[in-house]
C-alpha cells in the first residue's frame, strides 16, 4: 500500500509524475467503479485522489497533479484548508446534527451574520442555508414567488441553475443536463445572454442592444406584471464563462426594480472572491436582492445559501423554507473556517494577481494559436473559447483533444460552454505563481501538439 501523505499546503508543491495518466491504481478503481456506479455520474479524469492541497492534487498512483479546477471552484480556500480541518474538526467531535429547524445552534447563525455582511448590499439581510447550489435555486425562485405574489421566471441563454426539477428547467443546455429527463417545471421563460462574441452583430453590438432586446422579450411575450424573478450568473459558468459587457447586470437590475421584478443573481460558481471580489456582482455595484451562493462558500463541504432582502425573506411564513441537513453543523464550520482563511490570505487580492497572470499568457496564446477565438474572465474565472480559425464555428474536438493532452501531462483542466468549446481554469485561489506557470507552460505545449 502506498504511503500517503495528510494534504493540506504543506503538500508538496509540485507537479510529479511517475506513472502514465491513469495510472494502474486508477485505473482498477475505475474497474470497480464501473461495476457499482451508475454510467450517468459522469468523470472528467479518472484518476482516483488521495490527499489534496495548495494547488496540487495526489493520486493512487502517487502521482501528484496540478489542479486548475478546485472541484469545480470549490475549494478556492484550498484543499484540506487547515481553519477548515480545525473547526470542522472541533465541530465533528462536538455534535454532528440537530436539525436546526428542531434544535438550533451558533454556526447557523454565525454563517448567516456573514453572509449579511460579505454579500452586496447595505440593506437588512436574512439567510437560509441549504445543501446544494441547486436546493438554493430552487428555493431563491419559491421565495421570489412567494414575495411578489407572481409566476413567471426570466432566465437567459447559456445558463445553468442545476440538476433538480425546477432547476433543469432554468438551465438552457439540452445535452447532457435535460436529455430524457422531462417534462419540466413551467412559467420559465428564456432570453438571449449577452455573449459579446456571439451577438449576432458583434460584441459593439451586443453592449448596445442586448439590454433592450430582454425587456422588449420580456414586455411582448410575458408581461412585466406577470415575473417574480430575473435569475442570472454574473458571469456564466457552466455555459462557458460568458462575460456580459459592462452596463448590462446594471441595467437588468434597474429594469427589475422599475417593475417590482425579483433580481437574483445566482453566484454559486462566480461568488466568493473567485472573481477578485466577494461577490462578480460587485465588480459594477450591482445590488441583487436575492443571491445565492454554494461552491465557494465551505472550503468543499457542503453548503449553500439564499440571502437577500430582509422583506423578501421573511415573506415566507414559519415552516416554508428548510430541509433536514440544510445548515448541517459541520460545514458551517467549515464556511466559518473558509471565510476566515479567505479574509486572512486576501484571497480576493489573490484572485486578481491569478488573472493579471492568466490572461496576458492567454491573450498571447490566442496571438499563436488561432483556434482560440477569445479569451475572457475575470480574476480567478477564465477560459478561452475555441472555434474553426477566422469562424464562430464551434470547436468542440480541438477543445477535447487540449483538455486531454493537459490531463496526459498532470494539468487537471475543465472544459465547458453550450457548445463544449471552452476550456475553462478555476485553480484554488492559494495556488502558488510557480506552480500556476507551470500549468500555464502544460497548456501551451498542448496547444502546440494540436
Ligand atoms: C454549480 C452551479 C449550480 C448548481 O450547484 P449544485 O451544488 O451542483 O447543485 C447552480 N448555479 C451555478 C451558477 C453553478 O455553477
Not at 508543491?13 to 451508475?38: C, D, K, M, W, Y
Not at 459593439?204 to 406584471?225: P, Y
Not at 483533444?401 to 498532470?410: D, F, I, K, L, S
Request: net charge negative; glycine share 12%; proline share 6%.
Amino acid at each position: 500500500m502506498l504511503q500517503v501523505p495528510h494534504g493540506g499546503p504543506e503538500l508538496p508543491q509540485r507537479r510529479n509524475l511517475v506513472t502514465e495518466i491513469p495510472g494502474p491504481a486508477s485505473r482498477a478503481l475505475f474497474e470497480r467503479r464501473l461495476g457499482v456506479v451508475a454510467r450517468g455520474v459522469s468523470t472528467t479524469l479518472p484518476v482516483f485522489i488521495t490527499a489534496a492541497g495548495g494547488g496540487v492534487l495526489l493520486d493512487a498512483d502517487g502521482n501528484s497533479l496540478i489542479d486548475f479546477g478546485a472541484g469545480i471552484a470549490v475549494v478556492s480556500v484550498g484543499n484540506a484548508a487547515p481553519d477548515v480541518v480545525s473547526r470542522v474538526s472541533a465541530q465533528v467531535a462536538q455534535f454532528t446534527h440537530t436539525c436546526f429547524m428542531v434544535t438550533p445552534y451558533e454556526g447557523y447563525v454565525e454563517v448567516c451574520e456573514q453572509l449579511a455582511r460579505l454579500t452586496p448590499g447595505e440593506y437588512e439581510k436574512r439567510s437560509a442555508l441549504f445543501n446544494s447550489g441547486a436546493e438554493a435555486v430552487e428555493n431563491a425562485v419559491k421565495i421570489a414567488r412567494h414575495y411578489t405574489g407572481r409566476q413567471a421566471v426570466v432566465a437567459f441563454d447559456h445558463a445553468y441553475h442545476g440538476r433538480t426539477n425546477l432547476t433543469m428547467a432554468l438551465t438552457a443546455k439540452n445535452m447532457p443536463y435535460k436529455q430524457g429527463f422531462g417534462p419540466f417545471a413551467g412559467e420559465i421563460y428564456r432570453v438571449p445572454m449577452a455573449y459579446p462574441l456571439r451577438w449576432p452583430d458583434g460584441p459593439d453590438a451586443c453592449r448596445a442592444e442586448a439590454l433592450s432586446v430582454v425587456k422588449s422579450l420580456i414586455h411582448t411575450q410575458v408581461g412585466e406584471s406577470n415575473v417574480a424573478a430575473v435569475i442570472i450568473e454574473p458571469i456564466q459558468g457552466e455555459g462557458g464563462f460568458i462575460v456580459p459587457p459592462d452596463g448590462f447586470l446594471r441595467g437588468l437590475a434597474d429594469f427589475c426594480a422599475d417593475h417590482g421584478i425579483v433580481f437574483i443573481a445566482d453566484e454559486i460558481q462566480s461568488g466568493f472572491c473567485r472573481t477578485g471580489d466577494w461577490f462578480a456582482s460587485s465588480h459594477e455595484g450591482v445590488v441583487p436582492d436575492l443571491v445565492t451562493t454554494a461552491k465557494g462558500i465551505a472550503g468543499g463541504l457542503p453548503l449553500a445559501a439564499v440571502t437577500g432582502r430582509a422583506e423578501i425573506m421573511d415573506a415566507v411564513h414559519p415552516g416554508g423554507l428548510g430541509g433536514t441537513y440544510g445548515g448541517n453543523p459541520v460545514a458551517c464550520a467549515a464556511a466559518l473556517g473558509a471565510i476566515e482563511t479567505m479574509e486572512s490570505l486576501d484571497l480576493s487580492a489573490r484572485a486578481r494577481r491569478i488573472g493579471d497572470i492568466m490572461l496576458p499568457r492567454l491573450r498571447k496564446l490566442a496571438e499563436t494559436y488561432p483556434v482560440i477565438a477569445d479569451v475572457r474572465g475575470r480574476g480567478a474565472m477564465v477560459a478561452v473559447e475555441l472555434t474553426r480559425p477566422g469562424t464562430l464555428e464551434p470547436d468542440p474536438a480541438s477543445t477535447a483533444a487540449v483538455a486531454g493532452a493537459c490531463h496526459r501531462a498532470g494539468l487537471v483542466v475543465l472544459t465547458c460552454g453550450t457548445f463544449g468549446n471552452v476550456l475553462r481554469f478555476l485553480p484554488p485561489l492559494v495556488i502558488g505563481e510557480e506552480l500556476l506557470e507551470e500549468g500555464l507552460d502544460i497548456l501551451e505545449d498542448a496547444f502546440a501538439s494540436l
